[in-house]
């Protein structure tokens, strides 16, 4: 068994809410409530949910760009947070961010080779010589051209661009990778090419991805183990196969029998979810989802169903199960 | 089933100070009453250009219908004045956008857009048009529609906005409602309650639906016909059972195999190679020879044209030239 990289234990990030005239905190947005998991090294946890359901926020508090509200995360057995702020740099370059949308998360005035090679010389991972060939590697190995370090982002249509996100991680030689909806503003033929590449690199040098999307079908190709959050928190945990063959929390039920299923001959029983998400700002007392919960009881409303194992890692917080 | 909309030939080119964009390049499909048309394909392959100018709606300039007709009820729309179109807009047409957030009037309410086409087409006072606004909002599953019709658009969440452009579309039964990408910006959950929606309104109501998307999902559950765009131009046509049974053209293929399948489980996603290519810039020959692992030399020479190998599936390829 692979070791265990990263360790999440009862995360929360709450943003505050303000008004009035002197800002003061009215109440807050649970974006991330209570979330707990773990991550082998090499392995790929996938994370799906509707917008709003705090994947993205997961991500980007795990790697410190947000501060937590509450919970610890361990990274190679050390709690991010209690790192001081030298600690913290010098573990930086081992976590890193590929972002959804390839066209403002890169810099527009700099050249892609600046780009990529930026955290390498601040870093000062290599010496100022190897600079060039390290960029070169990456960006060979993400599928593009020498000459490309040369040229400025707006040169690069979308599938490229997201190379060159893909290079500006890569190039660091880290372990973990966060991916927020790498593939989501891509054309269909696109992301199946950036999605291979993924695939590769982890085969190549034994990243380990937490792989957050909306993409149900996504996810489950590039996953190993899938979590699916609502309203902030994990409803249900499991490797891939036995999540999608045998979903037990009702959300995840009705989320897969959602997908639309390119095979016209297929039909299928659907669970169409009554009403929208509610407000995090103010969520639904017990059990988050039974507001719209088609098998919701007495206890639902006034009780939260612990998040358990309920054998074989799979993971799931409901209570008629 | 009669024809509803036959387009033929059409060509819509784009001036820009860099050249000629030909967006949409003879482009010939038609519509059926109460039939459902799924038209598919990537980013700027012309799918959304079509569907804008069957109604007029090209910016001119620097957009212009070149050539081609649109016939609707046997008239043809590119001849259309200004003042015969904008009786047709909204009123035996009407069309639902990709954009919920972008497509309502943030500083009118939602009951005021939906009351503007009313009293506009269909000659009614302003209480009738409300009422008739209310009945709207509650066929299309809003709760509390006596309220909503006072809401302004920024009260309402994505799905309940689109569910509000969707009672706008069809308050004055128009017989073809175009949708572009009418659920890709929403979440999957709240996606089937709208499909469901639109489902459910066409049984009742025998509209036909052009549905440009391009998420072949949900062209699966929803198109009766297919219609397949690359780069401007229609490269494979048939009936949806057809099309995913027996998909001909080698683009059609790449893009059935390279998105994963829910219930299926591959090693490795096929892709296509490369990329869309500039329209400013295309290719000799057939216009997906670049990309495509079947190419011969013919495909770089000639553009293939659209032809029927069986009976109703269409495609343009030089691969089933003999097969005519």
Known sequence: MAETLLKVENLKKYFPIKAGVFQRTVGYVKAVDDVSFELKEGETLGFVGESGCGKSTTGRTILRLLDKTDGSVYFEGKDIFKLSRKELRSIRPKMQIIFQDPYSSLNPRMTVGEIIGEALVDHGIVSKGEVKDRVLEAIEMCGLAPYHIRRYPHEFSGGQRQRIGIARALVLNPKFIVCDEPVSALDVSIQSQIVNLLCDLQQKFGFSYMFISHDLSVVKHISHRVGVMYLGSLVELADKHELYKNPLHPYTKALLSAVPIPDPTLKRERIILQGDIPSPANPPSGCKFHTRCPYKKDICSQEIPKFRDVGGGHFVACHLV | ?324
Do not use: W
């Open chain 2, 1 to 324: 089933m009669g024809e509803l909309l036959s387009i033929k030939n059409l060509k819509t080119y784009f001036y820009t100070e860099d050249g000629v964009i030909k967006a949409v390049d003879d482009v010939s499909l038609s519509i059926r009453e109460g039939e459902t048309l799924g038209v598919v394909g990537e980013s700027g392959c012309g799918k959304s250009i079509t569907a804008m100018s069957i109604l007029k709606l090209i910016p001119n300039p620097p957009g212009k219908i070149v050539d081609g007709e649109i016939i609707f009820d046997g008239k043809d729309l590119t001849k259309a004045t200004d003042e015969e179109i904008r009786k047709i807009r909204g009123n035996k047409i009407s069309v639902i956008f990709q954009e919920p957030m972008t497509s309502l009037n943030p500083v009118f309410t939602i009951g005021d857009q939906i009351i503007e086409a009313i009293v506009l087409h269909q000659n009614m006072n302003k209480e009738k048009a409300r009422e008739k606004a209310i009945d709207m909002l509650k066929l299309v599953g809003i709760p509390r529609a006596d309220e909503v019709v006072d809401a302004y658009p920024h009260e309402l969440s994505g799905g309940m906005r689109q569910r509000a452009m969707i009672a706008m579309a069809m308050a004055c039964n128009p017989k073809l409602l175009i949708a572009d990408e009418p659920t890709t910006a929403l979440d999957v959950t709240i996606q089937a309650q709208i499909l469901d929606l639109m489902r459910d309104l066409k049984n009742k109501t025998n509209t036909s639906i052009m549905l440009i998307t391009h998420d072949l999902g949900v062209v699966a559950e929803m198109a009766d016909h297919v219609v397949v765009m690359y780069a401007g131009k229609v490269v494979e046509e048939a009936n949806v059972y057809e099309i995913f049974k027996n998909p001909m053209h080698p683009y059609t293929l790449g893009l059935l195999e390279s998105k994963p399948i829910l219930n299926q489980d591959k090693d490795r996603l096929n892709s296509i190679p490369g990329q869309v290519p500039n329209p400013l810039n295309m290719p000799e020959g057939c216009y997906f020879h670049p990309r495509c692992s079947k190419a011969m030399d013919i495909c770089r020479r000639e553009q293939p044209e659209l032809c029927s190998v069986k009976d109703g599936h269409r495609v343009a390829c030089h691969l089933y030239r003999e097969v005519k």
